[in-house]
């Protein structure tokens, strides 16, 4: 199977990595073989363990969704392919992708393996943080995205670094077309589109960073 990162890529991500990952990162991968079940589970596959290759410091550790239900279970994962990152400790870092993290969202993906390797280290605002100690009650965050999307990206990231921040957030990134039945379930036309907590609130667009927890924090408040 020929490579999906150029050279010119690779070389580029090897001196990033070297730069600013500053411990081993895991990243659990769940697929399944059956292609009706996932049809891009391995292309999800090849996309990870082509980057494991440019940093020692990144090890994907690949689990079967239909027979390591355990695992699946442990993660509360939903759908495959799905994707689950670990810090060096073993901490769950709340993060998922399900569905491919091509296009657009590559870049999401490498951010956020960079920031799981410092531990979680991602830039929010004193206003941010002080207002995600109030929450007490798991919150899901879906953000519903295609790979042409320029402007999915900020709003993954922004759901993913508060999920690195509130043990009680998980940011999910979720590819909406291949994922139609839950795309028409939740109306999404148009994207980011970010359902919070399996349609309790939901919000379009990428929003910045004080709207978006604002949005967040309205439906917590409705509770």
Not at 31 to 39: H, M, P, R
Not at 77 to 102: T, W
Not at 120 to 133: A, D, F, N, Q
Not at 167 to 190: C, D, H, K, T, W
């Amino acid at each position: 199977m020929a490579a999906l990162l150029s050279e010119e890529d690779k070389k580029y991500l090897i001196d990033l990595f070297h730069k600013e990952m500053s411990s081993d990162v895991k990243i659990l991968f769940f697929k399944s073989d059956n292609k009706d079940e996932c049809q891009y589970c391995d292309i999800t596959q090849q996309i990870l363990e082509e980057l494991a290759e440019l940093s020692e410091k990144i090890n994907v550790e690949i689990h079967d969704f239909d027979t390591d239900k355990n695992a699946a279970e442990k993660y509360k994962l939903e759908m495959i392919p799905a994707i689950v990152m670990l810090d060096e400790q073993g901490n769950d870092m709340r993060i998922r992708f399900y569905g491919v993290p091509s296009g657009y969202e590559f870049s999401t993906l490498i951010e956020d393996v960079i920031a799981t390797s410092k531990g979680g280290k991602v830039e929010l605002s004193p206003t941010t943080l002080e207002i995600l100690k109030e929450l007490d009650r798991p919150i899901k965050l879906q953000v519903f995205v295609t790979p042409t999307c320029p402007y999915c990206p900020k709003a993954v990231s922004m759901a993913q670094k508060l999920a690195m921040k509130s043990p009680f957030i998980q940011g999910e990134m979720v590819e909406a077309n291949e994922f139609p039945e839950l795309s028409m379930r939740y109306n999404v036309s148009s994207v980011p589109h970010i359902i919070i907590n399996d349609g309790e609130g939901e919000f379009v667009g990428a929003l910045p960073e004080d709207a978006f927890v604002e949005q967040v924090m309205s439906v917590v408040k409705q509770a």
